[in-house]
């Protein structure tokens, strides 16, 4: 393919965005094209920066990077917070240093807000007003996240229909700005130019037939249940309150603990909520039109 063999002739830095849905087979290939390319690899999952969330995150084995450098894994604990500002920094710096030695790094990961972080940077946000987000929280704890989710679909259906509306995080900051400004978030999304990057970005995103991804998705799914996601989960419960935790692959054991169902009812939660996921991020990724999409097989060079 031409755009693989550009990079290996380029003299120009480069950073190769590597994007696709859970299970896609990211990881594999990515390893590849770094050996083949002589680079490294930065992480932009936003759950694989912290060291207590292992097998629920799918996070690459020592043996499955194959000794090729892995950046922001393993990175953070769960005990700090850790948002994509900051990773926006951390990474543009980490990349400064990365184009002293490689002409082309390798960025991966499913968690479109991260990578946006790092390729384009963020839009000038106002202020929330302390009180409201004191109000929001106290909400939150009392009737739960389903009023909120409703009030953001009356006050801001663009971002209502954008953002994972189960993670709590993401609408609580949405309604905190409507609520301080009068105006709806979305309307300040695309007032700053997007920040110009000292380097050149390739963008390609793997997808597989439906019925293909989903076999993946609860092939892995089997695979974190015998390899201990249920025993992880349970030494996370004190941090189920964590957003990095309020995801797939956790909160529906936490349920389970709970008590709220079966196990065989966790089962089945888990490996449901997970293609929903893969398609909350393939929504994600098809609203950029600068990616490049491929089948991981139809990667060649």
């Given at each position: ?13 480069t950073?190769l ?17 770094a ?5 490294e690899?930065?992480s ?33 604990s ?6 994509a ?16 030695k490689?002409q082309v ?30 109000q929001?929280q ?7 996240l ?13 971002t ?51 019925e ?7 092939q ?42 079966d ?27 600068e990616?490049?999409?491929?089948h ?6």
């Amino acid at each position: 393919m031409t755009l693989l063999t550009d990079l290996l002739t380029t003299t120009e830095s480069t950073l190769l965005v590597i994007s696709g849905p859970t299970a896609v087979g990211k990881t594999d290939l990515c390893v590849r094209l770094a050996q083949h390319l002589h680079t490294e690899i930065v992480s932009a999952d936003s759950r694989q920066f912290f060291r207590e969330l292992t097998i629920g995150t799918a996070k690459p084995t020592p043996e499955e990077m194959q000794g090729v450098p892995h950046h922001f894994i393993d990175s953070h604990s769960i005990q700090e917070e850790y948002n994509a500002g900051r990773f926006e920094q951390d990474a543009l710096s980490l990349l400064q240093e990365l184009f002293r030695k490689h002409q082309v790094v390798i960025l991966t990961g499913g968690s479109g807000l991260y990578l946006k972080a790092v390729t384009e940077g963020f839009d000038d946000m106002p202020a929330a007003l302390p009180e409201v987000r004191e109000q929001l929280q106290q909400e939150l704890a009392e009737g739960g996240l389903g009023p909120l989710v409703d009030e953001l679909a009356r006050l801001d259906p663009i971002t209502y229909d954008r953002i994972d509306r189960q993670n709590h995080q993401r609408v609580l900051r949405a309604l905190e700005i409507s609520r301080s400004t009068g105006q709806p978030f979305s309307s300040f999304h695309g007032k700053k130019k997007a920040a110009e990057r000292p380097f050149r970005i390739v963008k390609v995103a793997l997808n597989r037939e439906r019925e293909e991804l989903y076999q993946r998705i609860d092939q892995r799914m089997d695979q974190m249940l015998a390899g201990g996601l249920e025993a992880e989960a349970r030494a996370l419960y004190p941090f189920r309150h964590h957003n990095a935790l309020q995801t797939v692959g956790y909160k529906e054991l936490f349920d389970y603990f709970e008590g709220h169902y079966d196990y065989a009812e966790a089962v089945r939660l888990l490996k449901r909520n997970s293609r929903h996921y893969a398609k909350r991020q393939l929504t994600w990724l098809r609203r950029d039109p600068e990616y490049h999409w491929m089948h991981p097989a139809e990667v060649k060079w």
